[in-house]
């Protein structure tokens, strides 16, 4: 009953605060504004990746008219010959796609750092300069979007310190404070039912939003679970100890002082030192070992003798000693040159591999200041639940690597076993170039 | 006035929430600063290495042909300015490698941010974060009571019977309060100056004093503004909240918005389209590898013309060179119209940014201290510029070399030599002058000096209504 009452008065008071309600009143316009912004970022990369895939298919289309017709390849250039396994698997384009997660307008994190589409062709590696971020004024990257996450994650805080800085404040600098240690059975109780009300009307008002968007993009409500939790288990982090605050303040404008400096310490300083630290101890990486691989060490490849070629082409393909240029004695330049591309690959993903170590020491670092940056785990966490963090793009690199394994694979087989392509052979390479990761593939 | 000031200093200097507080920020300043110039100080270390890494390589090229050189190309790796140890600006998000090779005109990749998970959404802890971000906040809570103490103490009525004047008082109490942020401020250049002294030069001094001088402006519109809350309110409670209302307003909320805002208003266009018009008129030029179409016939033409020879055999020199560069040239004219309308877009969105300054002087303390530093978008695409620029010379020294450099046409397998390759400078990239920049930053400081005046003009206005 009492606790009844402690709501129901405090309604009033939110009711009738002007600076309350309009405060609260402007997050939830914000929280709208976000996530039509994370709506408008989600449908434009799915009209992108469709637009994409239309000019997929239409290539594809092409190729095969051209086998439809008894045409070697376009006109232009005399000495494409599409039964020629080579080129035809150079003139099969496949894209791959990150495709965006239905939770992206809950928040869109890391997404705009990375590109979320790749042409892949029998040269490609996934740190090409063509898989980087979306065209953006690199100033707006540095005051980041407005998305959902970033309102609950510094803005909600301070809505909470808005919305809660004068309980017990308000009463202590007017004095009657007493006055309400008399009427109420508990003073700390009635201190805490008050920021309960609060709790209770912000997580009720990011549920919403969150149930909003996951009924909008149709997902189902136990994968959007999570991040309910999240968001509420957020809150609590906040109202904790706040509660401390306001009991051990003197006044409105010493809880006010106490909470924003909570807030500058989570929300900034913590994560800016810990930022700093992680920068100096492992320095942004120039790539040298990518660059190298795919510079001097792919230029060395270019130099090597055929028969050079030939043996490092067997130790990459155990099998391609089955096929007939691998029975064969004399060894096929033109072959052996046309699949070197294989070898290229194995050196880029050597130097991807050391990339990516290095990022996961990073990493690791990162996650091990989470027990006093909890606000980087926060972020972080949220950002794998949209997929929108450093390793659902690193799922997508993966991605693209195996895509082109799985191409480069196909070619060396197919040309060592001098194939000649027909459309029926071609219709049978588009499925095997449409296998996705975690699919076995065998040539 | 001076009194009024020491009295101040002496009250505050008396609390040790004050003195804590100070001191926090005095040693998280200073640590900032030295992690901040340590950091530089390896990042540039660790871009030199790399730079000279691509460049052994480059010199130690045997004997090749300089088409083939011009693939295999060279790389820029982004250095960063001294004062990048103050304000890191866009450098973690733009990349730091761009590939220069013939053909073409490629974008920077590598970004810091995009090699690990986020960690702090409002940057690493530099000198600028901490005075963007918190001494703004620790001025606000020094001045939001400071006059409606005095008034309700009734101290005022005894200043004011000693002859003191209400304007005076409270100019008195906005200046002891803003000379403490000038100490604060004044520490961090100092330990810039000394732990940097054989890297500054006259440029790097004259960024500092436009550094100073701009925090200043933005410090004292702090405090004022806090202090004109404070005497119209006459609330302690409600002049904290409209105060720190307006700093999450300027600070963390109209930034971004205005960012977006900006990106609507100027779209960019996407990458793919950048790419397909790029393609696109390309295509219309020779194409280098595969020449075909009018173009070709011309140049064909014109060099059998200039050499008065009848076949290509015949030239003294090797015409596949010549294609290459002409090919280039076309280039040179296509990434100048595509990627000089991004710049302006990009220039444009920042003009209209930059106008917002007007409601939020915040953005152009942003402006000015990003750009200040040397680590703005102007001094990005100042970079790239040089670059590209030094991109069209290095392909044009090879192409030249292929041309006119011993071989005839029909020579594909001809070979440079390696002193050849030696020869060709390595990418030096300038650090542009200030002074070669500021008009591009006129427009925040001039919008920072008006709100200066505004708020001397409004505080001045409303101690003469009380």
């Known amino acids: 009953m009492e606790l009844l009452n402690i709501f129901k008065y405090e309604i009033k008071h939110f009711v009738r605060s002007k600076s309350k309600l309009f405060a609260y009143l402007f997050f939830v316009i914000a929280c709208f504004y976000s996530i039509s912004n994370g709506f408008s970022l989600y449908n434009k990369h799915h009209s992108t990746i469709n637009s994409l895939q239309q000019q997929e298919d239409e290539k594809i289309s092409q190729v095969i008219k051209w086998f439809n017709n008894g045409e070697k390849g376009p006109e232009d250039k005399d000495w494409v010959d599409i039964t020629d396994p080579y080129w035809s698997l150079r003139y099969t384009p496949k894209h791959v796609f990150k495709n965006p997660s239905p939770l992206l307008p809950l928040g869109i994190g890391q997404s705009e750092q990375y590109g979320y589409y790749k042409k892949t062709t029998i040269w490609s590696s996934p740190y090409d300069s063509d898989i980087i971020e979306e065209i953006s004024n690199y100033e707006r990257f540095v005051n980041g979007n407005i998305d959902f996450s970033f309102l609950i994650i510094f803005l909600l805080p301070l809505l909470i310190i808005i919305l809660t800085y004068n309980i017990n404040g308000l009463e202590k600098d007017l004095n009657f404070d007493k006055l309400i240690s008399i009427q109420t059975r508990s003073f700390n109780y009635w201190v ?117 070629l030939h043996r490092q082409m067997l130790s990459i393909y155990d099998d391609l000693d089955t096929t007939k240029q691998g029975q064969d ?84 087989f197919e040309c060592w076993n001098e194939r000649t392509v027909n459309v029926n052979l071609y219709d049978e390479y588009l499925k095997k170039l449409n296998v996705t990761k975690n699919q076995q593939f065998n040539p | 006035m001076v009194n009024i000031i020491f009295n101040e200093w002496k009250g505050l200097f008396r609390n040790k929430l004050f003195i804590t507080l100070s001191s926090f920020f005095l040693i998280s300043l200073i640590i900032s600063t030295l992690f901040g110039i340590i950091q530089n100080n390896e990042q540039n270390l660790a871009q030199k290495n790399a730079q000279e890494h691509i460049r052994s390589q480059w010199d130690k090229m045997d004997p090749t042909n300089p088409h083939s050189a011009a693939h295999y190309g060279s790389y820029a790796f982004k250095p960063i300015s001294i004062l990048n140890s103050i304000d890191e600006g866009v450098n973690s998000v733009t ?50 009571n400071s006059y409606t103490l005095e008034k309700t103490s009734g101290r005022i009525k005894l200043l004011l019977v000693q002859g003191a004047s209400l304007r005076r ?16 401020l004044s520490i961090t250049i100092i330990i810039q100056l000394v732990f940097n002294k054989y890297q500054f030069d006259l440029d790097t001094l004259f960024r500092l004093s436009l550094f100073f001088i701009s925090y200043a402006f933005y410090f004292y519109i702090i405090v004022s503004l806090t202090f004109i809350f404070s ?41 793919i389209e950048f790419n397909e018009s790029l393609a696109i008129d390309r295509s219309k030029g020779i194409d280098g590898h595969n020449p075909r179409g009018d173009r070709k016939e011309a140049l064909e033409k014109a060099t059998l013309k200039k050499y008065n020879v009848e076949k290509l055999e015949d030239l003294p020199v090797n015409f596949s060179g010549i294609l290459m560069q002409e090919d280039e040239e076309y280039g040179n004219k296509v990434w100048d119209k595509h990627f000089g309308n991004l710049y302006n877009q990009l220039k444009a969105q920042k003009d209209l940014y930059q106008i917002s300054g007007v409601v939020n002087p915040f953005i152009s303390l942003q402006n000015l201290s990003m750009g200040i530093s040397g680590t703005d978008m102007h001094h990005h695409i100042d970079f790239l510029d040089q670059a590209e620029k030094y991109r069209r010379v290095f392909i044009k020294s090879l192409n030249d070399e292929y041309a006119f450099g011993g071989s005839k046409t029909g020579e594909r397998g001809w070979k440079a030599s390696n002193e050849f390759f030696r020869s060709i400078e390595d990418f030096q990239f300038q650090s542009p002058n200030f002074l070669s920049f500021y008009t591009k930053y006129l427009a925040d400081f001039l919008i920072l000096l008006f709100w200066v005046l505004l708020l001397v003009t409004l505080l001045s206005f409303t101690t003469r209504k009380i």
Not at chain 1, 362 to 375: A, D, G, M, Q, V
């Open chain 2, 95 to 144: 990349g730091n490698v761009l590939r220069l090779e013939g053909h073409r005109q490629n974008n920077m990749v590598f970004s810091e941010v995009s090699q690990s998970l986020l960690i702090s959404k409002f940057g690493k802890l530099k000198p600028a974060l901490i005075f963007q971000f918190i001494i703004p906040l620790f001025l606000i809570f020094l001045s939001f």
């Open chain 2, 231 to 271: 005497v119209v309110l006459k609330n302690n409670t409600w002049a904290l909240s409209l105060t720190i209302l307006t700093w999450i307003g300027w600070t963390i909320f109209l930034p971004s918005i205005i960012a977006n805002i900006s990106d609507e208003i100027i779209p960019l266009t996407t990458r």
């Open chain 1, 192 to 308: 805490l039912f008050r920021l309960i009300f609060y709790g209770v009307l912000l997580v009720s008002t990011i549920n919403i939003f969150i149930l909003s968007v996951l009924y909008i993009n149709n997902v189902n409500i136990i994968d959007g679970l999570d991040l309910i939790k999240l968001s509420n288990l957020y809150v609590a982090v906040f109202i904790i100890p706040f509660y401390f605050v306001i009991l051990s303040s003197k006044s409105s404008t010493s809880i006010a002082f106490k909470m924003i400096s909570i807030w500058l310490f989570l929300c900034v300083l913590v994560p800016g030192s810990v930022h700093q630290y992680v920068s100096l101890k492992y320095p942004p990486n120039f790539m040298t070992d990518f660059l190298d691989a795919n510079r001097k060490e792919t230029y060395a490849i270019f130099k090597l003798p055929k028969e050079e």
């Open chain 2, 169 to 184: 008082i409270i100019f008195s109490k906005v200046f002891s309060i803003w000379l403490i942020s000038i100490a604060l």
């Open chain 1, 329 to 412: 004695s004399l060894v096929n330049i033109k072959t052996t040159r046309n699949t070197m591309s294989c070898i290229v690959n194995q050196i880029n993903i050597h130097a991807i591999n050391i990339i990516e170590e290095q990022n996961n020491f990073k990493n690791n670092l990162i996650r091990s200041t989470y027990w006093f940056n909890p606000i980087s785990y926060f972020q972080n966490e949220w950002n794998s639940l949209t997929s929108t963090d450093y390793y659902a793009y690193k799922d997508f690199r993966d991605n693209i690597q195996f895509v082109i394994n799985n191409k480069l694979k196909l070619l060396a």
